[in-house]
């Protein structure tokens, strides 16, 4: 069936640093991907979003792009901030039915 | 606009009694899914609620039921606690035909004890 798999975390860095979240998705047809953060204690927020293979979904400094030919969809961001530290899911779905599937979540921890 | 609700915010409970979380969408939305999200680990879909009728499931058993009202606000109904319903509850609110822009709530957290 249709899946996400992330990097393990936590993730530490320092502030400053780049940030790389890698994530991968098995699916059958061609759904769009999707980066939610969740700060602690708060529900989900989109943070970016691609819809076709080679978009670049960007926001607030983070991008990442679709990339049908490796199904991956990683997050990169050039200059962390303490106020990033957060859990990051991605997520793919198809528009029928509306069914996000996630993964299972990368815990960043940016350090001053 | 606002957005979406949900209440209560905590809630603790022992095996074998039932729940209701409640959720309000955002304005505009006619549609609202949710999704349980255990500790540590990403959402997994319960189900999805348009014009008041369930509108696709996840691998969830019956005892996980819903509703939804005229007013688009939903209900998710939970009988027969097990101590693995123990997660934070989400909800969140889209307007049908564009399922890629769904707005989350900021959960329920429920303990089953």
């Known amino acids: 069936g249709d899946s996400v798999t992330q990097m393990e975390g936590p993730v530490t860095l320092s502030e400053e640093a780049f940030l790389t979240i890698n994530c991968t998705y098995t699916?059958?047809?061609?759904?769009?991907l999707f980066w939610y953060v969740q700060y602690p204690g708060e529900g989900l927020q989109l943070l970016l979003k691609?819809?076709?293979?080679?978009d670049k979904g960007s926001n607030k400094g983070f991008e990442a792009t679709y990339r049908k030919e490796t199904t991956s969809f990683h997050l990169e961001k050039g200059s962390v901030q303490v106020s990033d530290s957060a859990v990051y899911f991605c997520?793919?779905?198809?528009?029928?039915?509306?069914?996000?599937?996630f993964g299972q979540g990368t815990e960043l921890s940016v350090k001053p | 606009e606002t957005g979406v609700t949900q209440s209560p915010t905590h809630l603790i409970k022992t095996r074998g009694q039932q729940v209701t979380l409640r959720c309000s969408s955002q304005?505009?939305?006619?549609?609202v899914s949710w999704y349980q999200q255990a500790l540590g680990q990403g959402p997994q879909f319960i189900f999805q609620?348009?014009?008041?009728?369930?509108?696709g499931r996840g691998n969830f058993p019956p005892r996980f039921s819903g509703l939804q009202f005229p007013n688009y606000s939903s209900e998710l109904n939970v009988n027969a606690l097990e101590l693995d319903d123990s997660a934070l509850y989400l909800c969140?609110?889209?307007?049908?035909?564009?399922?890629?822009?769904?707005?989350f709530g900021p959960g329920t957290r429920l303990l089953v004890l």
């Open positions: 969140a609110s889209s307007q049908s035909g564009n399922q890629e822009t769904q707005y």
């Open positions: 699916a059958t047809g061609y759904p769009s």
């Open positions: 691609a819809t076709k293979a080679d």
């Open positions: 997520a793919l779905l198809y528009n029928q039915g509306g069914k996000l599937i």
């Open positions: 304005s505009g939305h006619n549609t």
């Open positions: 609620y348009y014009r008041e009728e369930e509108n």
